[in-house]
Structures are given as structure tokens and as C-alpha cells.
T-cell receptor
Framework: DAGVTQTPRHEVAEKGQTIILKCEPVSGHNDLFWYRQTKIQGLELLSYFRSKSLMEDGGAFKDRFKAEMLNSSFSTLKIQPTEPKDSAVYLC???????????FGPGTRLTVL | GEQVEQRPPHLSVREGDSAVITCTYTDPNSYYFFWYKQEPGASLQLLMKVFSSTEINEGQGFTVLLNKKDKRLSLNLTAAHPGDSAAYFCAVSAGFASALTFGSGTKVIPCLP
């Protein structure tokens, strides 16, 4: 079975650009999560979908970050406009249900110049 | 909301020695607990999931202890070896359909005895 896939693996953007990160969860999983990982802040939740419905979004990220899940097998994270402080690794994870293990994708390393 | 504090942030341990990483959490209704391992350049992988009703769980080369009274979760690496070189994260799930709250991580570095 394929695990969580994320594309692209690396992204370089100029300040002010719009970027879209993509995630395909494990087939059959109901929950999908987007996290941002930095050395200073650690893992921060950006969005949590349960059966395609948005359950939680990280309050601090609402203004420029928008995650969508148009179908159960694909999710996007849009950052608009990007800022240098957005440079981080963006992780997507999925789980079968609440309380089950989260499977993490390889991440997208974003660099904003 | 749930807050999780993880200590220490860095841990140097001699090969063959044991090491303990501890997380304390705030929500007494927390139910599921996880430890994840992240090797350099890789994504997070599950080490162990702990239910609220269990106290001690043994894995390959480690032990997990849950103390609900003190709201403390600990990971004990029983005999450190080079393969333990990684960052370790605890994660706690509070209420139903709530996302995980992650600790800030502990970077473990085994060193020669």
C-alpha cells in the first residue's frame, strides 16, 4: 500500500508568491492533517480534516494559509502571499480514525526568499 | 486547550546506557498517547501508541510509561545504540475528533562509551 505522498518535495518561492502544496493520504483514511515543522517552534498544526470536513485550523495561520480537501484522496495547502518566515518543512499526515496512528508523508521543504 | 511540555530538548547518552525522555500534559481527559521517532532527513514514524488504560509498554529497545495521576508520559531507551540517533516526539490526543498535540521534541545523540 502507498503511504502518504507529498509534492513537491522542495519548493523555492519569492516573497509575495502564492504556492500550493499537495498531499495524497493513505487510501481509506478518514483523517488528514497539515503541520508545519521548524527547529524553533517544532510541530504546529495548520489544519485537521475529518471525512473531508475541517475540524480544526491553527488560529495563528488563518490569514494566509488555506487547506482544502475536495475529495477523500487529495488535499492542498495554499500559502498566499508567502513570507520568508514561512520557510519550514510542511508535513501532511493521515490516520484511519481518531486515536489511530498518524502516518506522515516525507514533507515539503519550503524556502521563501 | 491541551499543552504538552517535553524534556530535555537534547540528550547525549553513552552507548549501552539508558536515557529517559519525559512529557507532561495538562488535559486530564487525554486518552491516547504516542511516541514518534524522526531520523535525520526523514519523516516521523510511530514508535508506540499507549491507551489510557495501560501503564507500561515494552518495545524493541525501549519502554513507555504512562502515569495518568501525574499526567506524565515517559520514553525510556534501555540501551542506547547508534540507531537511536533521532528526534523523539510525544503526542497527546484529548477529546474525540481532536488533533494531536505534540511535544517540542528531544534530540538524542548516542556517543561512544
Amino acid at each position: 500500500d502507498a503511504g502518504v505522498t507529498q509534492t513537491p518535495r522542495h519548493e523555492v518561492a519569492e516573497k509575495g508568491q502564492t504556492i500550493i502544496l499537495k498531499c495524497e493520504p493513505v487510501s481509506g483514511h478518514n483523517d488528514l492533517f497539515w503541520y508545519r515543522q521548524t527547529k524553533i517552534q517544532g510541530l504546529e498544526l495548520l489544519s485537521y480534516f475529518r471525512s473531508k470536513s475541517l475540524m480544526e485550523d491553527g488560529g495563528a495561520f488563518k490569514d494566509r494559509f488555506k487547506a482544502e480537501m475536495l475529495n477523500s484522496s487529495f488535499s492542498t495547502l495554499k500559502i498566499q502571499p508567502t513570507e520568508p518566515k514561512d520557510s519550514a518543512v510542511y508535513l501532511c499526515a493521515s490516520s484511519l480514525d481518531w486515536g489511530e496512528e498518524q502516518y506522515f508523508g516525507p514533507g515539503t521543504r519550503l524556502t521563501v526568499l | 486547550g491541551e499543552q504538552v511540555e517535553q524534556r530535555p530538548p537534547h540528550l547525549s547518552v553513552r552507548e549501552g546506557d539508558s536515557a529517559v525522555i519525559t512529557c507532561t500534559y495538562t488535559d486530564p481527559n487525554s486518552y491516547y498517547f504516542f511516541w514518534y521517532k524522526q531520523e535525520p532527513g526523514a519523516s516521523l514514524q510511530l514508535l508506540m501508541k499507549v491507551f489510557s488504560s495501560t501503564e507500561i509498554n515494552e518495545g524493541q529497545g525501549f519502554t513507555v510509561l504512562l502515569n495518568k495521576k501525574d499526567k506524565r508520559l515517559s520514553l525510556n531507551l534501555t540501551a542506547a545504540h547508534p540507531g537511536d540517533s533521532a528526534a523523539y516526539f510525544c503526542a497527546v490526543s484529548a477529546g474525540f475528533a481532536s488533533a494531536l498535540t505534540f511535544g517540542s521534541g528531544t534530540k538524542v545523540i548516542p556517543c561512544l562509551p
